[in-house]
C-alpha cells in the first residue's frame, strides 16, 4: 500500500524547494516573462535549480542525478506550482527523463541523463495529436531510414517544444507497433509553431516531414514505456496543480479576511466560512490521492494507473475549483491583472487539460475499476 506521510529527507527537501521557489521564481518572475521580450524561462534560475537538483530528482546517482524518487520530485512540483514558476522542469526533468529512463539503451542513459542532471538538455515530451489526449495510438508513423528512423506526423500541445533541444516523439512503425523516437532539434523537415497559451508557456505545434530520429531503447517496447511514462507526468502534473490549488485558495482566504463590507471582515459571513471549510476538505483529499499515486511510483504498487488516474482527476477538479471560487471571492478585481488569481487559474486549465483532462481521467478510473 502507497505510503502517506513524508518522510525526514523529504520534509526537508520541501521546504527548500518551497523557499527556493518563492524566493527564486515567484509570480512576479513569471510576469515579467510575460511581459517581457519572449523568453520562455529565466536562465539563472534554471541554472540555480540545477545546482538545487531539481532537474535531476528522478535521475539515478550514477548518471550525475540525486535519485530522491517521485514522492519528492512532487514536492518540488507543488513547490512551483505554488508560485506558477515558468521553468522547463516538468518537460525536462520529469517528461524527458522518466523517457530515457524507462526506454533508453544503457548508452543512451550515458550520454542524455548527465546532461539533463545538469540542465545543459532541454527536453519535450510529443505525444499527443489532437487539442484535447485521447489515450489513441500514434498517427504520426516512423519509417526506417538508413540507420535510423523517418517521423511524418503532428503532434500539438507539445510543453516546451518550442525551446526543446531534444524531442521525445512517440510514433507507429510499420509494423503497427507504438515506439519512442529522439528528435534533435533544427533537424531536416522539422517545422516548430509556437502557440500562444493563456499560462504564458512555451507549447508548441510540431510537424514533421521525413524528419530524421533515431528509436529510444527499443522500438518494440514503446508502448509499454509510454503508458507508464504518461503514468508518471500525470501523478506529477497533479502535484502541481495541488500548488495551484494551495496557493490559490490560501490568497483568497487572506483577500477576504481583509475585505470589508457592511462594517466588517467578508471572512466573517457563514457563506464564506463554508465555501472555504469545503474547499480545505476538498484540496486535502487531492492532496492524499497525489501522495499515494507519487509513492505508488516509488513502491510500485499493483494497480498504480487507477491510482494515477484518481490522482489527476481530482486534481484537476480541485484546482478547477479552488481558482474559481477564488476569482468569484475576490469579487470584480478578481478579474483583472492587478491580482495574482487570476493567473493561477490561467495555469490550472493548460496543466489539467495535459496527457488527459478530468474527464478522461474519470472515465480511465472508471475502466480500470471495471465498470
Known sequence: M???????EQKML?????????EKAPVA???????????????????????????????PEEHGGAGFGHVAMGQIMEAGGRTLAASPLFATGVAGASAVMLAGSDAQKAELLPKIAAGELLCA????????????APATTAAPSGDGFAITGAKSNVADGSIAGLIVVSAATPDGATGLFLV????????????????????????FEATPARALGEVGQGAEALARLLDICNAHLAAELIGVAGKAFEDTLAYVQERRQFGVTIASFQAIQHRAAHLFGEIEQARSLVLAALSGLDEGVEGLPRLVSAAKAKAAAVADLATNEGVQLHGGVGMTDAFDIGLFMKRARPAAQ?????????????????Y
Do not use: C, Y
Request: negative net charge.
Open 14 to 22: 520541501r521546504e527548500a524547494a518551497m523557499r527556493f521557489m518563492a
Open 29 to 59: 518572475q513569471l510576469r515579467a516573462l510575460r511581459d517581457g521580450e519572449g523568453d520562455a524561462f529565466d536562465a539563472p534560475t534554471w541554472a540555480a535549480m540545477a545546482e538545487m537538483g531539481f532537474p535531476g530528482a528522478l535521475i
Open 184 to 207: 534533435e532539434a533544427g533537424a531536416s523537415g522539422l517545422e516548430v509553431e509556437p502557440v500562444e497559451m493563456a499560462d504564458s508557456r512555451a507549447t508548441a505545434i510540431l510537424r
Open 125 to 136: 515530451l510529443a505525444v499527443d495529436e489532437s487539442v484535447r489526449h485521447t489515450g489513441k
Open 354 to 370: 495535459l496527457f488527459g483532462d478530468e474527464r478522461f481521467h474519470a472515465n480511465r478510473f472508471a475502466s480500470l475499476s471495471g
Open 2 to 8: 502507497a505510503t502517506l506521510v513524508l518522510d525526514d
